[in-house]
């Protein structure tokens, strides 16, 4: 596994329960997608009973064609995404760089936030037939090209203002000491005000929201992986005391970091 892809894996909740009931691939993108898209994935299961799937997103939009037809857009999501899956099927997914569908809008990105579309919602009533080929299509490259196709029909010139927004998300992941906002909009060499306006047209939720998601996903990760001193990881994740941390992680996965780590636990017993 590469380095991006194990950076993609923090974002699964449970992660050995979800190894244990689907198979996630990940693919790249052709080169004239790269300044909107990050990559391809691709989710195959084949289950005897329902798995309900828990995951702290990354704050993009993903457009994906499901075994039954389901073709929809996803945008960030502030909380956790859980989907349901059953029986057998498959999910190809198109990963939105961050801003990387503004160009493909006729607003600011901050309008899906919290919101699932249909297809047609967004590209136009001709990309139901693009959806069902997409979905009919049992080899997996080729139904990639499919959807491809919809992405370049549309044709938007790439925008500079991704690359700049695109570059902030990943400086906040890679960099744990990137904690406040004030920080992120100096690196930025814009004002925090400028900053928050940028982040709702392209990225669609807040720089503030987008630093507390990857700490929130780092600590998953930590205690998921190892015994934890909560007091030091919420200092480690610039949190002033170790209440604040317990009631971000509370709030964005659902259960409080000690329940979360012991249930982690359970799933490898």
């Known amino acids: 596994m590469t380095g991006s892809e194990e950076a993609r894996q923090r974002a699964i909740l449970h992660p050995r329960t979800a190894a244990e009931r689907f198979r996630l691939e990940y693919a790249p993108v052709p080169p004239d997608l790269a300044p909107f ?4 994935w691709i989710l195959h299961w084949d289950l005897d009973a329902p798995h309900r799937q828990r995951v702290l997103t990354y704050p993009v939009v993903h457009l994906t064609f499901a075994t039954g037809g389901e073709a929809q857009v996803t945008g960030v999501v502030t909380d956790t995404f859980v989907r349901e899956i059953s029986g057998a099927g498959r ?4 990963r939105f760089r961050p801003g990387g569908i503004r160009p493909f809008l006729d607003g600011p990105v901050s309008a899906l936030t919290d919101r699932v579309l249909d297809i047609e919602d967004v590209f136009g009533p001709g990309a139901r037939t693009v959806a069902d080929a997409v979905v009919g299509e049992s080899d997996v490259p080729a139904a990639l090209e499919r959807a491809a196709a919809l992405l370049r029909a549309v044709g938007p010139a790439p925008d500079p203002a991704v ?14 000491e990137l904690l406040r906002t004030s920080q992120l909009a100096a690196l930025a060499g814009m004002s925090t005000r400028q900053l928050q306006r940028l982040f709702a047209e392209y990225v669609g939720i807040g720089p503030k929201r987008v630093i507390r998601r990857a700490r929130m996903q780092e600590a998953a990760a930590r205690a998921a992986t190892e015994p934890q001193d909560w007091a030091a990881l919420a200092a480690d994740l610039g949190y002033a005391d170790q209440a604040h941390f ?7 996965v659902g259960i409080s970091p000690a329940q979360y780590a012991s249930s982690v636990r359970s799933d490898q017993s």
Do not use: K, Q, W
Request: no cysteine; aromatic share 6%; glycine share 14%.
């Open 37 to 40: 898209l990050a990559g391809y």
């Open 246 to 252: 317990i009631r971000d992680f509370t709030a964005s």
């Open 91 to 94: 999910v190809l997914g198109l």
């Open 163 to 176: 690359d700049t927004v695109a570059g902030l998300v990943e400086a906040v992941d890679g960099d744990p």
